[in-house]
């Protein structure tokens, strides 16, 4: 009989007004005294239709899209695709997300080009695992995962969105939000 693998917990609790800069990701694998590290992969197209509509930007507008594997102790985490409007970034420090502010996070590396990030919002879904995600995870197709679609907005805009896909069977996704 296989025994059911005891679930580690992914904090989403990174947006406070802290002005913490530096990696979420890397930030809780430390807390959890693991080792966090990434792959990415960032190219320019056009944004589609759904990308567009949570950028509030039109579909085929250029979009800086990069492709992250996050890994803990060098073992899959989580993915994640992210967007950002290349209106915005284009020739600037941060068009690339792992340029010059590398591992900074959103909130510092938009900061840095006098973007302000005011709130994100998370709109979280599960859904069978597809076979290209399960290859990258090291899971099995038919597999759960999480879909968590990110966003994060200035007062006047999104500057990013991303999904961010999380294997089930191997992590609970925690919140934490503050009460003023």
Not at 108 to 132: D, K, N, Y
Not at 169 to 177: A, I, T
């Amino acid at each position: 009989m296989r025994r059911k693998p005891e679930l580690k917990r992914l904090a989403r609790s990174w947006y406070g007004s802290s002005g913490r800069d530096g990696s979420p990701f890397r930030t809780e694998m430390q807390r959890q005294g693991r080792a966090g590290t990434w792959r990415v992969a960032s190219e320019s197209g056009p944004a589609s239709p759904a990308v567009a509509e949570r950028l509030d930007i039109t579909a085929g507008d250029p979009v800086m899209c990069s492709r992250y594997t996050f890994l803990a102790d060098e073992q899959p985490v989580m993915l994640s695709t992210s967007w950002e409007p290349l209106d915005l970034t284009h020739g600037t420090p941060v068009m690339f997300p792992e340029g010059p502010h590398a591992g900074a996070g959103v909130v510092a590396r938009m900061r840095a080009i006098g973007q302000h990030v005011e709130s994100v919002q998370e709109v979280v879904s599960a859904r069978p695992v597809l076979q290209s995600e399960a290859e990258l995870l090291g899971g099995a197709l038919g597999s759960v995962v999480m879909v968590i679609q990110r966003t994060y907005r200035t007062a006047e805009r999104a500057v990013e969105t991303a999904d961010i896909v999380v294997p089930t069977d191997r992590y609970e996704v925690e919140y934490v939000l503050p009460v003023e």
